[in-house]
T-cell receptor, first 114, second 116 residues
């Protein structure tokens, strides 16, 4: 069975500081990995995804993530956080095919202090 | 591109009534749509997967007679919560995968259901 662990429930960083959100996954085959962001009361917006190829993936809003197969990790990073980045971040793992289910982590709430 | 809408965004209903939530892919054809439920400050729980023109596949523990899903076209899926009760109050989110097979789910903005 596939699973995702986001060890940090809540993270607070200062505006301008760097950010790393952790994600570990368990999946029996080559995983498809995603990071989504959710603002309060809103749906999820795709930040980036990894299917294959270059293990460093660039996404929107200046985010990037690195797939490390040996560590079963897909951590999200941003070099300089903006106050508008405050939101809930979800890591998800899925398989191949359009009908593939996504399994989400429990999310990490990011708070940004000015 | 890849925009998914949901309607209504908020709904309040009385206990015992039924509520229908629509999920539309606006600029692409969605072979598969997914329905999730999210409790406050929690992650998304997949309720069911629906493919256009066929019956939905429900996750374990989800009552198919209570949560009716219809996926009549490549751009529309509906979730009907029948005989709603206060414990059905939640945030319901749909997502859609494009026919092109990119394996990426695009999410709607969600529907907040409150059952009084």
């Amino acid at each position: 069975a596939q699973s995702v662990t986001q060890p940090d429930i809540h993270i607070t960083v200062s505006e301008g500081a760097s950010l790393e959100l952790r994600c570990n996954y368990s999946y029996g085959a080559t995983p498809y990995l995603f990071w989504y962001v959710q603002s309060p009361g809103q749906g999820l917006q795709l930040l980036l995804k990894y299917f294959s190829g270059d293990t460093l993936v660039q996404g929107i809003k200046g985010f990037e993530a690195e797939f490390k197969r040996s560590q079963s990790s897909f951590n999200l990073r941003k070099p300089s956080v903006h106050w508008s980045d405050a939101a809930e971040y979800f890591c998800a793992v899925g398989g191949t095919g359009t009908a593939s289910k996504l399994t989400f982590g429990t999310g990490t709430r990011l708070q940004v202090t000015l | 591109g890849a925009v998914v809408s949901q309607h209504p965004s908020r709904v309040i209903c009385k206990s015992g009534t039924s509520v229908k939530i629509e999920c539309r892919s606006l600029d692409f054809q969605a072979t598969t749509m997914f329905w999730y439920r999210q409790f406050p400050k929690q992650s998304l729980m997949l309720m069911a997967t629906s493919n256009e023109g066929s019956k939905a596949t429900y996750e374990q523990g989800v009552e198919k007679d209570k949560f009716l899903i219809n996926h009549a076209s490549l751009t529309l899926s509906t979730l009907t919560v029948t005989s709603a009760h206060p414990e059905d109050s939640s945030f319901y989110i749909c997502s859609a995968s494009a026919r092109s097979g990119t394996d990426t789910q695009y999410f709607g903005p969600g529907t907040r259901l409150t059952v009084l």
